[in-house]
């Protein structure tokens, strides 16, 4: 019977038994009626009952009608009944309708009887029944008066703990807010039992303080401090956290706090491992809704998650963050950015990635915005790819602009270290008795010398340094390694700058480009245009300026090649080879990709590279890498299909490459290979996006896209896969041996061009021919065929796969290319080895060598 198993469940042995016992026995029809309703529910197995149609109908109707006619004392003891019925053995409902206005009409409360519902609040372990219940509770508790409300204190402390604990604070209209003003009504001093997370390490200044120096100031920030704000707090509420901190006299406190967020122990909460141990790496690739399918190989240690701040402190946290960013100024910028970046790096980072937490960060470095926050964000920029952050700095790059009248970049550009280097990308530093050089050689090489008193340099420091001086000598090893990377951070905003095509004002060019110590050193290295007073572009080649007696320029930008002639193209890149000009990034050998036949018979997309099956798990990085957004594939809704997303062009273009999961790729939770489809563009039509034909698109937009394209299938295809012969026969080995040896792209054309430029001067030229799509090489033992887009090597006289692993042997360190690609490397590495096969002595070569019998 329903009623004999609420009386024994009411038997707790606790001083509010007697409440519970009480309300359920005068209200014993109410538990009559309820088992009725849930005999009804058993006679149907559930499947045709309708509380609100049939015999639940009337049963419903009864319940109403005598709930109705209830007085104050009836009306109580319902509602205790009610609660405690809710939710039991599964099957009987909330009964919110019911009790909801019952419960606005009857007066007459108890501490004791409130202190029954929230009691049973926190017994629940469905949200939706925690926070329902705790509404119940708070209403009747609204009518109790002061006395009532202090001896009820405990019971609201317990009850906000409990919701904090479950989570039910973060359910749609939780209560907690509630329980925490109720709470302060009663004594302003507490700080509800639970909003600051206990023994979470991040918070225990926090704790300290609110145990040993209670004070109502204190009391009142913390709540304000756990109240969400929203991305974008409003002006008010920075104001008023503000004067609410200064009232507590908490400024440094927070910046405590915040400093233990950046740099302190993360919590392990899913093993036994210590805190500070990082063995939880995140996922090996996103799943669906955040999930983490990683899993610990074979002998390795268990991996569990380590989190920096679990669901119950989060509001608390980032409450904590804005705040100290708006007392603290820029002295709380390096902790700002230590934690965007600890937070928002993801794969491989110590603690698992919080977006939430290192958004709120990169705002607060936004609202800050002054140059070392400006920094900070580029350095986020180039280490952060999450899309939906590298969102949040942009637009926090773009309010840190907006505050001096600049744009994002503007800011950006005008925000580069220079790191105390001189005009020539060096600085000095004398060192017991030492001579220290910090240099920027080029473009991607930043060395420290060391020059004995004697005149001897050596890149090593020497023993006297290391034993004498080893905390300045990290320093300086740390200031090398700052530079290196702003320079790497360079190279990569300046070519994406060459791809959206910017101009600049000629003095602004000098000044924040040409002239400055890191930025110049890769510009300077670039082929640029100069337009004088008179409209006319003119190039520059690298290395040099226009003459003297050439008229002040206008502006400035970087030649590309999709505004060039064939025959321009090709005279830069003879005269990069013939001088030895090494460019940053490529620029001269730039691919281009003109519209072809077929795709303006398409109209509306292209399928230059549909149709390729590539190893998803390196597309989906490599997405991220270069600043495409998508979606992840998996066996999930929506998981069957993928669009990866780039803007271009300030934001006016969006290219998009649609890809699905491979045809029978195994049963995991995600696809091990993709295959590629269209590439289709989208104008930016005010909030919207519009299809257009491609023939609208411009020039550099479509290239620049498509080489992207290019890059994704060319380094992710399974045809570039040295490994993939050990798999023997299988359903992709067709299109492995097709696309492998086919045609080549316009990435390996550029590659076949800067081929036969490099190889005349060779030692090796002798013996290599280039033959349409391969490069062909003499040996001793055999002839060879290297294709020139997949690297892969074909044997004569019967065209034999020759497999060898990337890394076997390097073209000499001497050997100069006028641009850095991996694949040039590995088949100039492939054919100096073949070149002299009688010398090789690796015996999983020389097996294949042989001839077949």
Known sequence: MLYDSL?????????????????????????????????????????????????????????????????????????????????WDDILWDHRDEIRPLAERIRGWTPDEVAVLLVRAGEHETLTLISDTLHHALD????????????????????HARAMETGAAREPAAPAHRLRELIADVDETVVADGLIPPGAPWAAALDIRARKEPSPEFAQLVRDLADPAGARPTQRRRRTSTALVDAAGARELLGEVLGALAEGDPVCVGGTCTATDPAAPGPAAPGPAGTDPASPGPGAPARHPHVLVEESGADLARGVV?????????????HLGTLALRTGSGRGAPVSQDPALAGTAINALGDIGDPTALETLRHLRDRITHQGLRKRIDAALITAAGKQGLTAEQLIERGVPDHGLGPDGSRDW?????????????????????????????????????????????????????????????????????????????????????????????????????????????????????????RRPVAVRLWHPVRATADDIAAWRERLV???????????????????????????????????????????????????????????????????????ADGRWRAGLHHEPAADDGHGHAPA????????????????????????????????????????????????????????????????????????????????????????????????????????????????????????????????????????TRPPGTLFLPFEDERLSLILSKAFLLAADSAITDPTILNQLRPRP
């Open 578 to 648: 013939a001088e030895r000009l090494r460019q940053p990034f490529k620029q001269a050998y730039r691919e281009i990709y003109p519209l072809t036949p077929a795709e303006l018979a398409t109209g509306t997309y292209s399928n230059r590279f549909a149709a390729h099956i590539v190893h998803y798990p390196r597309l989906y990085a490599l997405f991220k890498q270069r600043g495409w957004r998508a979606n992840f594939l998996g066996r999930w809704d929506g998981g069957g299909e993928g669009l990866a997303l780039r803007e271009s």
């Open 430 to 550: 004398t060192l017991g008795g030492h001579r220290v050089r910090l240099l920027i050689e080029d473009a991607a090489t930043v060395r420290l010398t060391f020059t004995a008193p004697g005149g001897a340099t050596s890149r090593t420091a020497p023993a006297a340094l290391r034993d004498g001086h080893p905390e300045r000598l990290k320093e300086l090893k740390d200031l090398a390694k700052e530079v290196r990377g702003t320079l790497s951070g360079e190279r990569a905003r300046i070519e994406a700058q060459l791809a959206a095509g910017r101009e600049w004002p000629y003095d602004d060019w000098c000044r924040h480009y040409r002239d400055h110590p890191v930025t110049g050193t890769v510009v300077r290295a670039l082929i640029r245009e100069f337009r004088d007073p008179d409209g006319v572009w003119q190039p520059v080649a690298p290395l040099t300026e226009p003459g003297p007696d050439e």
């Open 140 to 159: 009747a508790a609204d009518l109790l008066d002061a006395d009532g409300r202090r001896a009820l204190l405990p019971r609201l402390r317990q009850a």
């Open 322 to 334: 804005r705040a100290a960013a708006w007392t603290g100024g820029p002295a709380a910028v390096w």
């Open 7 to 87: 009386v024994a469940a009411s038997r707790t042995n606790d001083p509010l038994d007697g409440v519970r016992l009480a309300a359920l026995d005068r209200s014993r029809w109410l538990v009559d009626l309820l088992e009725r309703q849930r005999a009804a529910y058993h006679d149907t197995a559930g499947a045709g009952y309708r509380p609100d149609g049939g015999a639940g109908a009337a049963i419903r109707a009864r319940i109403n009608g005598r709930l109705a006619a209830c007085g104050d004392e009836d009306g109580r003891a319902a509602v205790i009944t009610l609660v405690l019925a809710a939710g």
């Open 673 to 808: 290979h993709a295959t590629t489809d269209q590439v289709r563009f989208e104008r930016r039509d005010g909030r919207t996006w519009q299809p257009v034909p491609l023939a609208e698109v411009p020039p550099l937009v479509f290239s620049e896209a498509m080489r992207d394209v290019d890059l994704f299938v060319a380094v992710t295809s399974i045809a570039a896969d040295p490994d993939w012969t050990d798999r023997g026969e299988d359903r992709h080995t067709a299109y492995r041996r097709a696309a492998g040896f086919g045609e080549l792209t316009a990435t390996a054309e550029v590659r076949r061009e800067a081929l036969a430029r490099i190889l005349p001067k060779l030692r090796i030229a002798g013996r290599c021919t280039l033959d349409g799509r391969f490069l062909t090489v003499r040996g001793d033992l055999r002839t060879y065929r290297v294709h020139l887009g997949s690297a892969n090597i074909l044997m004569d006289p019967d065209d034999t796969y020759l497999c060898i692993v990337p890394g076997t």
